[in-house]
């Protein structure tokens, strides 16, 4: 075969025990055995994922298996920023759940989150995406804000969930749940959620960028960026700037 056929060949090995890869194992062409090394490469990473995929189910298994059928994890994106509402994520995923890439969101980049995110909205058996206003953040502060937001997200998904998986937080609910600090790199309901969070907001932001161009929202997502910080000092703060956080609340002193 033409070495561009091996490589056709190749591409379609999702083991290692293939025959078709032992086989060109032994084919002395140099281009083969490159072909070969990238095949095994290739294998061993997508291995090394499924076993960190499992690992990131272990919180869901243990759940599932003491005979809790619908386990939500819960995620909020956009604590830190200066301008822009705080977004909660809140997924349950099916037992046979097998988006392996799923991981935490800042692990990922913005072409893989929005990639997944249609994906998880499809296999999830209910998901919700809940905002909290910049107004009701400098009300109660974004504490606050993001635990009423996971306990309006929570409250909104059908079936209602048994048990809670929740990222560094807790919840005023009655629900049972489980407290995990760095979640969304241990759970991967709370990573589904974190992605599906992520993606929300960047698109509220990519919005507000269009009504508030010098601000640079849709690259900054509302963090305190030179080029942000810079427009608030020369115009001054927008509706959808959080009053109470600093250097926003310093604007003027």
Known sequence: MKISEVKKVLAQVTTETDPQLAAYEADPRKGVQCLVQQTKRRLTKQREAEAAFE??????????????????????????????????????????????????????????????????????????????????IDQINIYEASRLGMKRAIEQLQPTPEHLLV??????????????????????????????????????????????????????DGYGTKEHLQALRKFGATPIHRKSFAPVRDLGR
Not at 73 to 93: H, K, M, N, S
């Open 55 to 136: 690992q990131r189910l272990h919180f869901e298994k243990e759940l599932w298996q003491q005979g809790i059928q619908y386990v939500a994890g819960v995620d909020e994106v956009g604590r830190g920023p200066l301008a822009g509402p705080v977004v909660i994520g809140a997924v349950i995923l099916p037992h046979d759940f097998a988006l392996v890439n799923v991981n935490d969101s800042k692990q990922l980049t913005d072409h893989e989150r929005r990639g997944l995110a249609p994906l998880i909205k499809q296999t999830a058996v209910a998901y919700q995406l809940v905002s909290i206003s910049p107004q009701t």
């Open 167 to 220: 990222d560094a937080m807790v919840i005023d609910t009655d629900l049972s749940q489980t407290k995990l600090i760095k979640g969304d790199a241990k759970s991967a309901s709370i990573a589904a959620a974190s992605i599906l969070a992520k993606v929300a907001r960047d698109d509220l932001m990519i919005k507000y960028a269009d009504q508030y161009p010098e601000y640079g929202f849709d690259h900054n």
